[in-house]
Structure formats: structure tokens, C-alpha cells
């Protein structure tokens, strides 16, 4: 599965960015997707995610993230989106799209030991 990233750049604080992500090869290796973020010298760590389940498609934010972000999904081309609002300095990081093939929980889809494609990451700059 090939994983790419669209959508970044530099934006003023106070404003919105929205990510996009598709990917190619078998959807079912597609199952879960999320966003993960790495600024300079610090840990990738999860922002949203989503995965598919009995039909359904559920959606998980970090904590931090509620109220800030929306991701979407479009099942049919395996590709998902992050819009984030309010953006301040503290966003500004490389974004990383990630995908697994299997069924995560709310837990699970935090944890980037699960994803096992990657995007190459497009670079966000939030300037104040």
C-alpha cells in the first residue's frame, strides 16, 4: 500500500488546514487509517484516526485534538482527511498518514506499532 499526503504548507495561527491522504493497493489493507504528527526533536504521536468495523466506520481524536480536528473517510478510495482548526505554533509538525489492515480499538488506534504503512508526511508550519 502506498500512502500519500497532500495539503500542507505554512498557515497563520488562528487558521484551518485540512490534510488529505490516499492510498492505493488493496482496500482491505486499509482498514484502519490514522494521522500521526512529529515536531523537531519529539515523539510521533497520534492525532485522529479510523477504522471499519461490521459495516460502520468509527472515528477516535486524541485527547488533545477533540474539538479541534475532524477526520474523514472515504471508504471507496481508501483515503482520508484531516481538517484542523484554530492552528497555534504548537501544531506546527511533519503530518503523517498511516494504515493497517486490521480492525483497531479506541486503545489500538493510537498506538503507531499497529500501522503498518506510512506516508512519507507533508510538513505543517503554523506561523504567529
Known amino acids: 500500500v502506498e500512502l500519500v499526503e497532500t495539503g500542507g504548507g505554512m498557515v497563520q495561527a488562528g487558521g484551518s488546514l485540512t490534510l488529505a491522504c490516499v492510498g492505493s493497493?488493496?482496500?482491505?489493507?486499509?482498514?484502519?487509517m490514522g494521522w500521526f504528527r512529529q515536531g523537531p526533536g519529539k515523539e510521533r504521536k497520534f492525532v485522529a484516526g479510523t477504522t471499519r468495523y461490521g459495516g460502520n466506520t468509527y472515528y477516535y481524536y486524541a485527547d488533545s485534538m477533540k474539538g479541534r480536528c475532524t477526520i474523514a473517510r472515504d471508504n471507496d478510495k481508501s483515503a482520508i482527511s484531516l481538517q484542523i482548526d484554530n492552528l497555534n505554533p504548537d501544531d506546527s509538525a511533519v503530518y503523517y498518514c498511516?494504515?493497517?489492515?486490521?480492525?483497531?480499538?479506541?486503545?489500538?488506534?493510537?498506538?503507531?506499532?499497529?500501522?503498518?504503512?506510512w506516508g512519507q508526511g507533508t510538513q505543517v508550519t503554523v506561523s504567529s
Open positions: 498511516a494504515a493497517a489492515p486490521g480492525l483497531s480499538t479506541a486503545q489500538s488506534v493510537k498506538d503507531k506499532r499497529i500501522y503498518t504503512y
Open positions: 493497493g488493496r482496500a482491505s489493507n486499509t482498514n484502519t
